[in-house]
C-alpha cells in the first residue's frame, strides 16, 4: 500500500487563496490629509462659507448672551410690585422696576410711572415699550436668516462651478474615465457640503432665539395683565 504525502506548496497555497478570496487582493489606498486640507478642496467658495460661518457664530453668541440678559426675570420681582402698588408707594413699585434693569423690568415700569391717566393710555405705553424691547432682542437675528438662504447657494455655486471645470477639461483633452469625474466631483461636493452645515447653523439659531423671544413676550403679555389688574382696583372701588 502507497501512502502519498501531499506537501503544502506556499505559493500554490497563496494563488488558491487570491482566487478564493478575491476581495482580499484589493490594494486599500489611503490619503492621510487634515480636515482643513480636506474643507479647502472644496474650491474658493470655501473662504466665504468659512468667514460666513465665523461671523455666524459670532452672531449667535452674542445674540444669545444679550438675549438671556434682557428676558432675566425675578420670579419675585412682580409680587414685591403688586404689593407696593396695593399700599400706593408707587415709587418704591418705580425703584423695584429700575433696580432689575432688564426688559421686563422697563416695561413695568413704563406702566407704573404714569399712573393716574386713563388705563388705555397706559396699556398703550406698556405696550409700545414691550415692541421696543422686543425689537432690542431681535435685532441682528436677519443676518442669521440672511446666511441660511445664502450659505447653502453659495455652496451649491462652488459645486456647480466645479463641475463645468470638469467637463471643460474633458471636451479638452478628451481623457474620459472614471477616476477623473468621481475625484473632482467628490472634491466640489465639498463646497455644497460645507454650504448646507453653515445654513443648518444659522437657520436652527435664528429660530431658536425667536421661540425664546416668543416666550418672553407671553410672560409680559400676562405681568402687563397683572399690573393693569392691580390699578384698576381703586378705580373700580371708587
Do not use: W
Amino acid at each position: 500500500m502507497l501512502n502519498f504525502i501531499l506537501q503544502a506548496n506556499p505559493v500554490t497555497d497563496t494563488i488558491a487563496n487570491a482566487v478564493a478570496n478575491p476581495a482580499s487582493t484589493e490594494v486599500s489606498v489611503t490619503e492621510n490629509i487634515s480636515y482643513l486640507e480636506f474643507l479647502l478642496k472644496g474650491g474658493v467658495m470655501i473662504f466665504p462659507l468659512i468667514l460666513l460661518l465665523f461671523f455666524c457664530v459670532y452672531v449667535i453668541i452674542e445674540r444669545y448672551l444679550s438675549i438671556k440678559k434682557a428676558a432675566k426675570q425675578d420670579v419675585n420681582l412682580l409680587n414685591d410690585i403688586k404689593m407696593q402698588l396695593k399700599t400706593g408707594k408707587l415709587d418704591n413699585a418705580i425703584m423695584l422696576c429700575s433696580r432689575e434693569n432688564t426688559a421686563s423690568g422697563n416695561i413695568l415700569r413704563s406702566g407704573i410711572s404714569i399712573i393716574g391717566r386713563p388705563i388705555g393710555e397706559i396699556e398703550s405705553v406698556m405696550e409700545k415699550t414691550a415692541n421696543i424691547e422686543i425689537a432690542q432682542m431681535e435685532k441682528g437675528l436677519t443676518y442669521l436668516g440672511l446666511i441660511s438662504g445664502i450659505a447653502p447657494i453659495l455652496g451649491f455655486i462652488g459645486t456647480i462651478s466645479g463641475v463645468i471645470k470638469i467637463f471643460h477639461t474633458i471636451s479638452n483633452t478628451g481623457n474620459l474615465n472614471i477616476q477623473t469625474i468621481s475625484g473632482g466631483l467628490y472634491e466640489k461636493m465639498i463646497s455644497s457640503g460645507a454650504g448646507l452645515v453653515v445654513g443648518v447653523v444659522a437657520y436652527s439659531a435664528y429660530h431658536l432665539f425667536n421661540m425664546m423671544i416668543d416666550g418672553f413676550a407671553l410672560k409680559v403679555q400676562k405681568q402687563t395683565l397683572e399690573i393693569i389688574s392691580i390699578i384698576q382696583e381703586p378705580q373700580n372701588g371708587n
